[in-house]
């Protein structure tokens, strides 16, 4: 499956490292994986470890080890606010209350129309642009900094753009 | 004084290859590996007085000389993990002055003699990742970095490499290990990575900053840039204010500036214009400096800092000002330290866990003596007892909170 569709970029991301060393190409791999599916399925690791030649329990316990990769389907954006202490100390806890208030979700929790997860991270090294999050979707990880209510609302507009012009 | 590092705040665009070669960008990466030997290189980086700026301040230049030159390949890899809570430096560099820092990444490998280097980013940076694929294939298309460059026998690839989110991957040996594809748990030391690093041959690894500052060391001279700074710590830093001020921001400031000139001058000052309580120059990993005028007035170096009983870490200031409650705070620090926390080593994992619950408990019910006492005893058995530096991190605000605003905490 994954070397059908992404057979030119595997084979690049295998160029980076030496050919006795193709498990480094795990983590690479799993990002192609997440931002495909939008969540790492065990079909994707049992295709990866033997892409790589590892076991599968190694590729599980290297998805299990960084926040980035998704065990589980939420929704199709993943909204990751930092409320860590630079951001706190600028408004980010309120900002993550006026958040959920306003999508009618709790921390974790997915929009009804499965378009939205919203949930806490930390540090994203935006300290002196927060409140801020960052999306993880199809589209990749984008940071949206400076942040008002407002913004996000303009931001969830472009959403459900994007979503109803791909219906058609 | 013009800008060392933020250079593209002088120069517009200077995250484009042609504004930045124009502006003499690649001209000390083709003195290097034209008109200098590999042991020149790195001596004049010793000279220079150039300490690491990923936290450590080791002197660069020494880290260089200690890789191993009996056992090959040798790699160098450029630390872009930047996940301290207050640091955000290494982003804007790579956002905005890529080029000066993969020039330096160049000439470092050229005076290791690693033919391949690695950018290791933190799985956040995806856009600069993709950016910088870009950045990379554009110096190869113009002959700086492949193979034979400038007509000599050196050749050098460099390849970006994303993590997926996990602070302890900043620390070193755990980068390597992600890297390997691996999870990012610390390795044991000795052997040292300039022994046995990644894939287990000698490897040099140094924060981006620290790299940003090689090309001009070498197009301006080791003497030039120790002119600037103080004894203890040559050059420029850029520290990252965070917090409480009106302007937060990067600023390049040399060595011996003070906290009040960074606060107050750089900085516009507090909000509201409270005064500062307490500052934590390393981030969320930071001891709590009692901001009273002598610490406001102290100059700003690695030294000074320790003097002042905290220490300077990669410069992420987060200011506090009076209204900061130093419960509140250490129950953020101790939330991410718990969540970020490896787990290899127990009292680091089970520590700040504990930690964690305790600081909670104390958030909500207040500082009872027992709880505030329990929580100090946990803090000061993880000390001096994990294999990183994340165990000893964890603690930092928690001792110092109590030990320095003993208010906070029903202590006075």
Redesign the interface.
């Known amino acids: 499956m994954l070397l059908q569709k992404y057979g030119k970029e595997i084979k690049q991301i295998l160029s980076?490292y030496?050919p006795d060393?193709k498990?480094?190409?795990?983590?690479?791999l799993?990002?192609l994986v997440q931002r495909d599916e939008g969540y790492i399925s065990k079909e994707a690791m049992q295709e990866i470890a033997s892409l790589?030649e590892?076991t599968e329990t190694?590729v599980g316990?290297?998805v299990g080890?960084?926040?980035?990769?998704q065990e589980k389907k939420a929704g199709k954006y993943r909204m990751q606010i930092c409320t860590?202490?630079?951001c706190?100390?600028?408004g980010a806890d309120e900002f993550f209350n006026q958040v959920c208030e306003r999508l009618n979700v709790q921390d974790g929790e997915t929009t009804q129309d499965g378009l939205v997860t919203v949930e806490h991270?930390?540090?994203?090294?935006?300290?002196?642009r927060a409140p801020m999050f960052?999306s993880q979707g199809p589209d990749?990880?984008?940071?949206h900094e400076y942040m008002t209510i407002d913004r996000v609302n303009e931001w969830l507009q472009s959403l459900k753009q994007l979503e109803t012009g791909e219906k058609r | 004084m013009s800008h060392i590092l933020l250079r593209h705040r002088d120069i517009p665009d200077l995250h484009k290859f042609n504004v930045y070669k124009k502006n003499g960008g690649f001209a000390a990466f083709k003195k290097a590996v034209t008109k200098m030997s590999p042991s020149q290189v790195t001596d004049e980086v010793k000279n220079s007085g150039l300490r690491g700026r990923g936290g450590a301040g080791f002197p660069t230049g020494l880290k260089w000389s200690f890789i191993d030159k009996n056992i090959w390949p040798h790699y160098v890899v450029a630390n872009a993990d930047e996940s301290e809570p207050g640091t955000f430096k290494d982003r804007e560099i790579m956002e905005m002055n890529p080029f000066q820092f993969l020039e330096g990444l160049a000439i470092a490998s050229y005076a290791v003699g690693a033919n391949v280097a690695y950018v290791y980013l933190r799985g956040e940076f995806w856009q600069i990742a993709e950016a910088m694929d870009k950045q990379i294939a554009e110096m190869e298309e113009a002959g700086f970095l492949g193979d034979k460059l400038f007509g000599t026998d050196y050749s050098l690839r460099i390849y970006t490499h994303l993590g997926a989110g996990a602070y302890i991957c900043g620390e070193e040996t755990a980068l390597l290990e992600s890297l390997e594809g691996k999870r990012g748990q610390p390795r044991n030391r000795p052997p040292f990575p300039a022994v046995a690093g990644l894939f287990g041959k000698p490897t040099v690894i140094n924060n981006v900053e620290t790299f940003t500052n090689v090309p001009m060391i070498i197009a301006n001279g080791a003497d030039w840039y120790k002119s600037i700074g103080t004894p203890d710590a040559a050059g420029v830093k850029i520290y990252s204010l965070s917090g409480r001020v009106r302007k937060p921001g990067n600023y390049e400031l040399p060595f011996g500036s003070t906290f009040r000139q960074l606060i107050y001058e750089y900085g516009g000052g507090v909000q509201d214009s409270r005064p500062v309580k307490a500052i934590m120059p390393a981030g969320a990993s930071s001891s709590l400096i009692v901001a009273n005028d002598k610490a406001l007035d102290t100059p700003i170096d690695y030294a000074s800092v320790r003097a002042m009983g905290a220490d300077l870490g990669s410069a992420s200031v987060i200011v506090l000002d009076d209204t900061v409650d130093l419960k509140w705070v250490i129950s953020k620090t101790l939330k991410f330290f718990k969540h970020e926390s490896c787990g290899k080593c127990t009292p680091c994992r089970e520590g700040t866990f504990w930690m964690n619950n305790i600081s909670k408990r104390i958030q909500q019910n207040g500082a009872k003596k027992e709880e505030v006492d329990l929580l100090f005893n946990v803090a000061k058995q993880i000390q001096g007892k994990c294999l990183c530096a994340l165990g000893e991190f964890s603690t930092m605000a928690v001792v110092t909170g109590i030990e320095r605003f003993p208010q906070d905490f029903n202590r006075a």
């Open positions: 980076k030496p060393h498990r480094s190409a795990v983590m690479p799993l990002h790589l590892m190694e316990s290297v080890f960084y926040t980035l990769y860590d202490l630079p706190a100390l600028r991270v930390m540090c994203l090294a935006a300290c002196d960052q990749g990880i984008k940071y």
